[in-house]
């Protein structure tokens, strides 16, 4: 089934109206400042901005050169303006540019533009090192990017970390201005459901907001329910390879704010070409949700169906070939060149699974461990696929899956000590402090230790028994044509953080969850709010059929896809907003970059 095709500027809430609101943002920042001035961005922030505002629009407010930031870097102007996230490691390199400058004896005027908000941090370097008087700062509260008509994204991997590791509660606000936003346009929203430390934080913070600065009491709703969920109720989601096609694009090339970028191994030139994928594509539109399995046969059927479209243009008279090259030659000539990329990128991710009996063995694992069987084999292909030093983050998530699904989330003494010491002697002593980080989040622990972990970790194989997460005889699932959401992982399993909203989507409430006990077996709480007629009178007039769903510290796109699925098979329209977007292989090295 295909996902929703509408156009954004046909459905209710139009996401558009972000984008406007930030492009109108970044312009009026980048403007404010007159004179030509060298815009100089963080490398993780020009996909966004290029999302944003095209370079253009972008060098029409007074920009002569755009730099990609760099510790050595020089530019040109006596203006410069830096566009960055303020983390420390940008903000000592930033103070470092102007220092260097004024030891040279080069004035210039300095402009900075935190994103999403300006940090203390920021302030405490620069007062300490006696330059404030020689800069400008200002804020970029780009809150959530508008990534597709279903899809909406902080594009910030670093708030997981924050959040979940190290208990930093800074990002929190800019989530919470991005439902306050949200709710200011599009009205409050009637029904909340919630689930977790965070969330329940974010909400209240958010509420806040609402109170000093209430919408008109006459918006109608245009969301009718709003589930903010944490990430820590569902790890093991994150550990398994992914199997439907946007998926699997995420984890071999990197889906970035609705793009990828494609190179010469795929298009045959030495250009690389960036790829829209999104629901403005018909073709990756209909594919996007599609097992891997039954891809090949849906790109063969589009490209029959546009063989058919051309055959069709040799049998017409003049007015009716006017009529097929004004209306169909030219969506045809995009769908040639869209089908040729993806069948490019598929043939790239084949050549990639080099040694496909290792890759089915380690899906074969993977399963098993799901389902809580084959223990010892699964160890010792995980030992063996260790000793072979074969991609770290593989290894490691195939720890820590071994880990969370196992009785208690946690490993035996003997096993934890033995992966431990092979995958330190494999890949070095540099993953110390990563693998500290894990057993912090719960995601890699030795049994000995588990007790004090309970509370923070959530109890996967009670949860799956009483979820039904695991399909018993996977071969029923029909991948072609599905009837059920466990389809994206071959029929096997369900994910946790899905099934958990089904649950409450369904029944309106959490007693189905307090009935089952899951609370005992997840971390954090439940929270549930109806607003009172009295607060939104309009809510009672909403017939919105839109709900809302937002996962804090990330969510995959398997997820996305199974909510898309189960949008339909409950008739409602699923938008999804995230942190950042997540696979297996980016969550580890996001943790990594952080502790270099």
Not at 298 to 307: C, D, F, M, T
Not at 331 to 358: F, P, Q, Y
Not at 484 to 495: D, E, K, L, Q, R
Request: negative net charge; aromatic residues 10%.
């Amino acid at each position: 089934m295909a996902a929703n095709t509408l156009e954004s500027s046909n459905i209710s809430p139009d996401l558009s109206y972000f984008t406007h609101i930030a492009k109108g943002k970044i312009l009026e920042i980048i403007g404010k400042y007159p004179g030509m001035k060298d815009l100089v961005i963080e490398p993780n922030l020009i996909k966004l901005i290029d999302k944003i505002a095209s370079l253009t629009e972008v060098k029409e407010h007074g920009v002569h050169k755009i730099y990609r930031f760099d510790a050595s870097m020089s530019t040109e102007s006596e203006k410069r303006m830096y566009i960055f996230r303020p983390t420390s490691i940008i903000i000592q390199q930033i103070v470092s540019h102007i220092e260097t400058d004024r030891s040279e004896g080069i004035n210039r005027q300095y402009h900075l533009v935190a994103v999403p908000f300006i940090s203390h941090l920021i302030e405490l370097e620069i007062e300490s090192r006696g330059i404030y008087g020689f800069v400008t700062i200002d804020e970029f509260p780009v809150d959530l990017l508008v990534i597709d008509d279903d899809l909406l994204s902080a594009d910030n991997p670093a708030f997981f970390q924050e959040c979940f590791l190290h208990g930093t509660t800074t990002g929190l606000r800019s989530i919470a201005r991005s439902l306050f936003s949200i709710q200011s346009t599009f009205g409050r929203i009637p029904s909340v459901f919630g689930h977790g430390t965070y969330s329940q934080a974010v909400y209240d913070m958010a509420e806040e907001m609402l109170l000093l600065d209430p919408p008109p009491s006459d918006l109608v709703p245009e969301i009718s329910q709003l589930f903010v969920i944490d990430r820590d109720v569902d790890f093991v989601t994150i550990l398994l390879s992914q199997f439907v096609y946007e998926g699997i694009l995420d984890e071999t090339i990197g889906i970035k704010n609705g793009s990828v970028e494609v190179g010469k191994e795929i298009t045959g030139s030495d250009n690389t070409i960036k790829l829209s994928v999104s629901s403005t594509d018909s073709l990756y539109n209909d594919i996007r949700n599609k097992h891997i399995a039954v891809l090949s046969s849906s790109l063969r059927a589009k490209s029959s169906e546009i063989v058919t479209t051309k055959n069709e243009f040799g049998g017409y008279n003049i007015s009716q070939m006017k009529e097929f090259v004004g209306k169909k030659l030219g969506k045809t000539a995009s769908d040639v060149r869209s089908l040729t990329l993806h069948i490019g990128i598929c043939e790239s991710i084949m050549k990639k699974c080099s040694d496909w009996n290792l890759y089915h063995e380690s899906i074969e694992v993977e399963h098993h461990l799901l389902m809580g069987q084959e223990y010892r084999r699964c160890i010792d292909f995980i030992e063996n696929y260790i000793n072979q030093r074969l991609p770290w983050y593989n290894s490691l998530r195939l720890m820590c899956l071994a880990s969370l699904t196992n009785n208690n989330g946690s490993l035996p003494s003997k096993d934890y000590n033995s992966l431990l010491f092979q995958f330190i002697h494999s890949y070095g002593f540099q993953y110390l402090p990563l693998l500290h980080d894990l057993k912090q989040l719960g995601l890699f622990i030795d049994s000995a230790d588990s007790i004090g972990m309970a509370e923070k970790i959530t109890n996967f194989r009670k949860c799956s028994g009483k979820l039904s997460l695991v399909t018993e005889d996977p071969s029923t699932v029909n991948l072609k044509n599905p009837s059920a959401m466990s389809y994206i992982f071959g029929g096997v399993y369900t994910p946790l953080s899905v099934k958990f909203i089904e649950n409450i989507l369904v029944n309106k409430s959490f007693q189905n969850i307090k009935d089952k006990n899951l609370d005992k077996y997840l971390p954090g709480c439940n929270f549930m709010v109806s607003l009172p007629e009295g607060v939104s009178k309009s809510a009672r007039h909403s017939t919105s059929k839109t709900v809302l769903i937002y996962f804090l510290g990330g969510c995959t796109f398997s997820e996305i896809a199974a909510l898309r699925f189960l949008g339909r098979l409950v008739g409602r329209r699923i938008i999804v907003a995230t942190t950042a977007t997540l696979n297996n292989k980016n969550f580890f090295e996001n943790l990594m970059n952080l502790n270099e």
